[in-house]
């Protein structure tokens, strides 16, 4: 079976600093995607990010960057310099692809504070 | 603007009166899926779609149905609602070619009192 657990239920950072986000997951496929999404107040989901089991390198999207790491089966997000607008839920998922579902971290509750 | 929208967005209603949440996309997705949202337990998928005609259950799929009649549309339908079906309800969709076939993008999600 699949699991995502986000040990960090919530963290309270004050602006401008960097925080990280872990994710841990278990699975027994070789081949899976996982994903982070971000829940902002206004309760939508919005895709972040996708990586594939084969892609194992690091991903810097603007103040945001990805580590993945096969060994540790983690997929860790950092916000650097963070801001009031990063204030939001963000969900960390798996999935093996195809017609299986997301499975879904219980999230992280991130209040930035200014 | 390629989205996917669900209807209506907040909705309070009694025990036992039947209920349909639509949902659409505009990107010619043929995967879709609805999940619930609960607090302490995340998102866990209900139903889902691979194509028109073609729906399986989920990991919650008791009191739910649902229907695929049209590629755009993937309603969601509660016959007798109870209290516990109160939740937060998102509707997803994804391309089934190729890589992008894995990302789901969401809809913006219905909010369900069940009184």
């Known amino acids: 079976a699949q699991k995502v657990t986000q040990a960090q239920t919530e963290i309270s950072v004050v602006e401008k600093e960097d925080v990280t986000l872990d994710c841990v997951y278990e699975?027994?496929?070789?081949?899976?995607?996982l994903f982070w999404y971000k829940q902002p107040p206004s309760g939508e989901l919005v895709f972040l990010i996708r990586?594939?089991?084969?892609?194992?390198q690091n991903e810097i999207s603007g103040r945001y960057s990805w580590n993945f790491q096969k060994s540790t089966s983690s997929f860790n997000f950092t916000i650097t310099a963070s801001q009031v607008v990063d204030s939001a839920v963000y969900f960390c998922a798996l999935t093996r692809g195809g017609n299986t579902p997301l499975v879904f971290g219980k999230g992280t509750r991130l209040s930035v504070i200014a | 603007e390629a989205q996917v929208t669900q209807n209506p967005r907040y909705l309070i209603t009694v025990t036992g009166k039947k209920l349909t949440v639509t949902c659409s996309q505009n990107m010619n997705h043929e995967y879709m899926s609805w999940y619930r949202q609960d607090p302490g337990l995340g998102l866990r998928q209900i139903y889902y779609s691979m194509n028109v005609e073609v729906t399986d259950k989920g990991d919650v799929p008791e009191g739910y149905k649902v229907s695929r009649k049209e590629k755009r549309n993937f309603p969601l339908i509660l016959e007798s609602p109870s209290p516990n079906q109160t939740s937060l309800y998102f509707c997803?969709?994804?391309?089934?070619?190729?890589?992008?076939?894995?990302?789901?993008?969401f809809g913006p999600g219905t909010r369900l009192l069940v009184l």
């Open positions: 990586r594939n089991s084969f892609d194992e």
């Open positions: 997803a969709s994804s391309l089934s070619q190729g890589l992008s076939r894995e990302t789901q993008y």
């Open positions: 699975t027994r496929d070789t081949t899976y995607y």
